[in-house]
Each structure stands twice: as structure tokens, then as C-alpha cells.
């Protein structure tokens, strides 16, 4: 254990509230009642459905408007086939965790394949890789060949590695060092996208699965530490939404039952010889992960989905993240479906085909959605009704069908997909995936595009809204403008059947809202562009600026913000910020700049009494020193300060990104107990330590 001076009050007293991350929903220990209670209903619901399109074409279609409702009968069809395909995947759900220790010793390897992540994104995978509790090799694979990188990697206990050529982006990177891998008799290799932070026990959880000498690939969920982001939303009841729940915590669990559960990038374990048997990671296609997935099921391997959640990433920030991933995802589906014969193919079981073909049929989800979108604006335009059946005979078996489908949906995800959240985010993805589809009527290869991560510049930016949506926005209002008048006499158009377009104008404004708050959420303050290069984590406590302690509001690998007495400090100043963290003596110091300064919230004045109170009892010094206790108005003012760290120490930053991203990993673990080439932090420490020792004689 290092040794270091008494930390005296300030390390004593002051103490970040570090985060916790809550759990999603799953269907684990699910009753067995309720299962069977889902299950009729689902079954229930697709009676019901069947009946309805038949029923349609026999008693609703117009001939006088047959394109119209050919049109929106095609998409109703359509619509049922995915919802066929979702409900064979969510039958089986059994969602336990098998977890065992292994039971040999397995040699591994993790690599982090990595391009142009910034420090800050990259610093916290590398940190808490190399602490992983099991015995293993961390590798960095850099496809951007910058020195930090490999100085970084050096200094925490890390491979550094290269390429001379960067062919087929992070497939090409991947399958570059497997062959090293091999000569270094490696058995097992876990993968982390740059963003990704496992836990420290995230080995230990999985390896026991590989016991099986069947299963080439285990599967963790995908979640996310910045709860702030394009794609997680706040729920009336508490909690959060966030768009990719439903698929890592309960349709990937579900395909276990077919073993269909596939690849999905990173915060997986991978056998190496299944890997090499299929002549390593696919390249033909943008969607490397799930494409091998596919031909190891197709050689007779089997898949693995864990249900934990035992590494966290970055969810996309902004709208450009968000659509450059559905893009990217939707684009990579098509090739898939391009190349491979997902229907047919005998080396794949029939549950697999649909599971796969489920999935990727899933993404001409936005064509539909457009239609649906566009059938009640033509009926309000034109007058054209897309049935001819009474509105009294058509909307009781239309409104019955839909809550039965909602209904059942909302029960076979478990309740991870509230019908409003999931609507407008199936709006957001039209622009993305309705022209990615077109990729399956293109043979030539895509270019990989790397999701942008951290800072990507100094000012806020509003993202531009989608041609598309801003078209739809546009026709619903004069749509709904021109019922209006047409309803009042004022317009150019006598509709014949004033009810059915009345459901029209009804269902269009519906469809309004969603445009307006997809509309808003890509403008929002909540998700322009980033300043800051590393995510803030929004935590309370105390922290101590040049020894007297502050109330502190957000902390990240980059800089933190703070309560301080009102004109105690000014943008430009230069300050030593002490932050106190878990199993170690002494507190982290960082050298930082005041960005900004500004009065605090109403509701953070309160905070102010309790900073000044400690501001009294505290060692004064800096800024803040020439502020006694005794000068200060009564009822004194708070300002928030932001600040920005200033070439901050490695080791430091690294110990600081255990205790933010909550990885579990022990920093004072004795060094006969280390796993090979783990992060000697301690040691760094003493380092770290002596120079403040030395600096502190020089002043």
C-alpha cells in the first residue's frame, strides 16, 4: 500500500457522491403465469389480426381510391409479418443467468481497436481493461498511430499496436492481430469498442461459458453510463427510456432459446479458433459483428447472450451520432441480406432464418412508418378515403386490432417500449434507415463511418433537421390548415365523406405531435454538440479548490463544475482542484483553469451556506483565501465555476475514471495478486506523490 502524508481535513471531510447506474428491465425470475398470460395474448392478438386482413380487402377497399388503399393495406400486411417474425423471437424468453466459474484456466487476450477517439473517451477503457480481475493480456490496437496512445497504453500496462495498412476499418484492425494473438497462445479474446468500460469482473462472469467446446461467441448487453443522451428519455414514472433497451435486455436474451443471439461489437468474449475458422472477422459488409455471427452459426458454432450488464459505453450524444449508427446499421442489414441467403440456407436452423431475417426486415420499419404517416395527409388533401366501408363498420375493427397489437407488444418487451417514446424514435430513424435500404439494390462496398465520440468542438451547435421531417412538418400543417377551411367553407374542396376525413384530420394530428417532438428533440439545447471532451457525471458531495472545500455539481476525466462564493474567482484563473476517491490515502490533484463563471441556480443557493461554512474551517489559500469568513456578506451569493484540467497527470486520471465509471477494480490489490500486466497504480502513486513532495519544498 502507498504511503502519503495525513490527508488532513480536507480529504477527510470532502467526499464526491460518485454514480450509480440503475438496472433496465428484464424478464428475469418472470412468473410462470405471466408468461402464459403473454403468450395468449400475443396468440390472441395474431387471430385477430389474420381475420382483419382478410377481412379488408373483402369489405373495405374503393375501387374509386384503390391506389390510396392498395397502399395503406400493402403496409397493414407488411406491419403483420414483422410483428409474425418479432413474436416467434419473444415466445421463448427464458432470461436466466447460467453463470459458473470456469472450469480450467483460460489464456486471454482484450482489444480495444481504436481510430480517433479522444483521451478522454479512450483512457477509461484501457484503465479498466488492464484492471480486470482474471489473469490477461490487454492490447491496443490503434488504427490513428498516435504517440499518446502508445505512451498511454505503456504506462498503464498495455499493448500497443499498429498496423502498416488500415483495409476494412476496425474488421481489418481486428483481424490483423489475431494471428499474433495465436503465436502467443491465446485461447479466448474479449473485445471493447474504445468507448466501452468493462468491469473488473467482467472475465470472471463469462469465461465459464467457453466450458462448452460448442460455444465460439458470449454477448453481454450494451448500456450506457451518459443517461443525458439523443437516445434516453425520462418517464412520468421515473426512470428512463433509452432506445436500445428493448433489444440487449430482451430480444437478444430471447434468441438464446434458438441460439441466434448475435455479435454485437464489443463487450463480448470470443473464441479465437472459431474466429480463425471462419477466416476471422467479415469484411464484406458494415455490420462486421453480426455478419460473423452468422457464418460461425452457419459452421456449426454456438452463441452465448449473457444477460448482465458488465461494461458501459457512451450512447449516441446527438442527432448525428444517432444517425450516423442507424445508417450505418441499416446499410449493413441490406448487405447482409444481399449476400448471405438468410431464407433458404440448411446450414442455418429455421428458427435462426427467422430470427435473422426478423431482424433485418425490421429495418424497412421507416417505409411503413412513412406510409402511415402520408395516407391520412393524402385523404385530408385530396378527399380520397383509403376504404369504403362506414367509418362506424371500419374503425371499431381498426381501433380493436390496433390495441390488441399494442397490447400485446407492450407485453412481450416486457414493458421496455412505451408506445409514445417508441413512436417518435421511429420517426427520428425514417431519414436514416428509409435511404439505407437502398443499399440492397447496390453491389459496390461501402465505407466504414466511425461514429464521432467526446468533444467535437469549441461552441454549442444545433443539428440541422432532415430534409424529410422538415417536408412532413410542413404538409401536415397546411394539410390540417386546409381541412380546417374546407370545414368552414372557405376552401376549394366539398368532401363527400366528412367523417372518414374528420379520422383523417384526427390521425394527422397525432402523427403531427410525434414530427414536432422528433422535430425537437434533434433542436434541443439537451443534445447539440459538446464542449467538454469527456462525459460529465452529474454528482454531489464536496471537493476542495486551493484547500477549502466547494460544493461539487458534475465531474469528468476533462474538468468538473463547482459552487464557489459569489467573485471569489474569474474566468483565467488557475486553481488546484483536490478530489478525494475510493482505497486510496490522499486526494487526486488537478491543475485546472476557470472556463466560465456565472450566478448560481436558485436552487443551489442553499449550497453556498454549506461552502461557506466549510470555507471557514478550511485552510485558506489561492483565490478563495482572500475571502475570510468574517469579510463575506451575510447572505452571500453562489456562482457556478466551470474549469477544464490542464494536462492532467495519466495515473491520476485513470484512478479518478475507476471510481466515476464504478468498475469495482482495487487499485491496492497486493502486487503478488496482480493479473499479468495489470495497472501497478499504487506504485505510480508513490511516484505521484514524492514530486508533489518535491514541488511543495521548491515553492
Avoid at 2 to 23: C, H, I, N
Wanted: aromatic share 10%.
Amino acid at each position: 500500500m502507498p504511503s502519503g502524508p495525513d490527508p488532513g481535513p480536507t480529504a477527510q471531510t470532502s467526499a464526491p457522491l460518485w454514480p450509480e447506474f440503475a438496472e433496465a428491465v428484464t424478464a428475469r425470475n418472470e412468473p410462470a403465469w405471466k408468461r402464459r398470460l403473454i403468450r395468449a395474448v400475443a396468440a390472441a392478438a395474431l387471430l385477430n389480426s389474420l381475420v382483419y386482413v382478410i377481412w379488408r380487402p373483402l369489405a373495405t377497399l374503393s375501387h374509386a381510391n384503390l391506389w390510396v388503399g392498395v397502399l395503406l393495406y400493402g403496409t397493414e400486411l407488411l406491419g403483420l409479418v414483422n410483428f409474425l417474425l418479432y413474436t416467434h423471437d419473444l415466445w421463448q424468453l427464458d432470461d436466466s443467468i447460467c453463470w459458473h466459474p470456469p472450469e480450467r484456466d483460460y489464456k486471454v487476450a482484450v482489444i480495444i481497436p481504436t481510430y480517433n477517439e479522444p483521451r478522454e473517451v479512450l483512457l477509461p477503457t484501457v484503465t479498466a481493461a488492464v484492471t480486470i480481475q482474471y489473469p490477461h493480456e490487454t492490447w491496443v490496437l490503434d488504427d490513428g498511430k498516435r504517440t499518446w496512445v502508445a505512451e498511454m497504453a505503456e504506462m498503464l500496462g498495455a499493448v500497443y499496436r499498429t498496423r502498416p495498412e488500415h483495409t476494412h476499418a476496425k474488421a481489418g484492425n481486428m483481424n490483423a492481430v489475431l494471428p499474433v494473438l495465436k503465436q502467443h497462445g491465446i485461447e479466448l479474446v474479449a473485445i471493447f469498442d474504445a468507448d466501452h468500460v468493462p468491469k473488473s469482473t467482467f472475465l470472471d462472469r463469462l469465461l465459464g461459458h467457453f466450458d462448452d467446446p460448442k460455444v465460439a461467441l458470449v454477448q453481454t448487453p450494451q448500456d450506457f453510463y451518459n443517461l443525458n443522451s439523443f437516445e434516453h428519455a425520462r418517464l412520468r414514472r421515473g426512470g428512463h427510456f433509452e432506445e436500445q433497451n428493448f433489444f440487449f435486455r430482451i430480444l437478444e436474451a430471447a434468441r438464446n432459446s434458438n441460439n441466434s443471439a448475435f455479435w454485437c461489437g464489443t463487450s463480448a468474449v470470443v473464441r479465437l479458433d472459431a474466429l480463425l475458422s471462419i477466416g476471422g472477422v467479415a469484411t464484406d459488409t458494415v455490420t462486421e459483428d453480426q455478419h460473423t455471427t452468422i457464418k460461425l452459426h452457419k459452421a456449426g458454432w454456438k452463441t452465448v447472450y449473457h444477460n448482465e450488464v458488465l461494461a458501459r459505453g457512451l450512447a449516441a450524444a446527438n442527432w448525428e451520432q444517432f444517425f450516423t449508427q442507424r445508417m450505418r446499421w441499416a446499410q449493413g442489414g441490406m448487405q447482409i441480406l444481399r449476400k448471405e441467403n438468410l431464407i433458404t440456407d440448411k446450414r442455418l436452423t429455421r428458427s435462426q432464418r427467422l430470427s435473422y431475417f426478423g431482424g433485418i426486415f425490421g429495418w424497412f420499419q421507416g417505409w411503413y412508418q412513412l406510409v402511415f404517416l402520408s395516407v391520412p395527409l393524402i385523404t385530408v388533401l385530396t378527399g380520397a378515403l383509403p376504404m369504403s366501408a362506414p367509418l362506424a363498420v371500419f374503425f371499431p375493427m381498426w381501433i380493436g386490432n390496433q390495441l390488441l397489437l399494442q397490447a400485446s407488444q407492450r407485453l412481450l418487451s416486457r414493458g421496455s417500449t412505451p408506445m409514445w417514446h417508441a413512436i417518435v424514435f421511429t420517426v427520428l430513424k425514417i431519414p436514416a434507415i428509409c435511404p439505407a435500404t437502398f443499399t440492397l439494390l447496390r453491389s459496390r462496398p461501402l465505407g466504414f463511418k466511425v461514429t464521432p465520440k467526446g468533444k467535437v468542438g469549441d461552441t454549442r451547435r444545433r443539428a440541422r433537421v432532415p430534409l424529410i421531417l422538415r417536408v412532413l412538418l410542413l404538409v401536415s400543417v397546411a394539410a390540417l390548415a386546409w381541412y380546417v377551411m374546407n370545414l368552414t367553407g372557405h376552401g376549394l374542396l366539398h368532401y363527400r365523406h366528412i367523417d372518414g376525413v374528420s379520422w383523417a384530420a384526427g390521425w394527422a394530428t397525432f402523427d403531427l405531435a410525434t414530427i414536432l417532438a422528433a422535430v425537437h428533440r434533434i433542436k434541443s439545447d439537451d443534445f447539440s454538440s459538446d464542449r467538454r471532451a469527456s462525459f460529465r457525471f452529474d454528482i454531489g458531495g464536496t471537493v476542495a479548490i486551493d484547500g477549502a472545500q466547494v460544493p461539487l455539481k458534475d465531474l469528468s476525466l476533462a474538468g468538473a463544475r463547482v459552487l464557489m462564493p459569489e467573485e471569489t474567482t474569474h474566468k483565467g484563473q488557475v486553481v488546484t482542484l483536490e478530489v478525494p476517491v475510493v482505497d486510496f490515502p490522499i486526494p487526486l490533484q488537478f491543475r485546472s483553469v476557470v472556463r466560465s463563471v456565472r450566478p448560481a441556480s436558485s436552487n443551489d443557493q442553499d449550497a453556498t451556506h454549506v461552502a461557506l461554512d466549510l470555507l471557514g474551517r478550511a485552510s485558506r489559500k489561492g483565490a478563495i483565501a482572500s475571502h475570510s469568513a468574517n469579510t463575506l456578506p451575510e447572505r452571500p451569493r453562489a456562482d457556478e465555476v466551470g474549469m477544464e484540467f490542464i494536462d492532467p497527470d495519466t495515473v491520476e486520471t485513470a484512478l479518478l475514471a475507476l471510481n466515476l465509471f464504478r468498475t469495482g477494480a482495487s487499485v491496492l490489490v497486493p502486487h503478488g495478486k496482480r493479473p499479468k500486466r495489470a495497472l501497478d497504480l499504487s506504485r505510480e502513486f508513490e511516484v505521484v506523490n514524492a514530486l508533489r513532495k518535491r514541488a511543495g519544498s521548491l515553492s
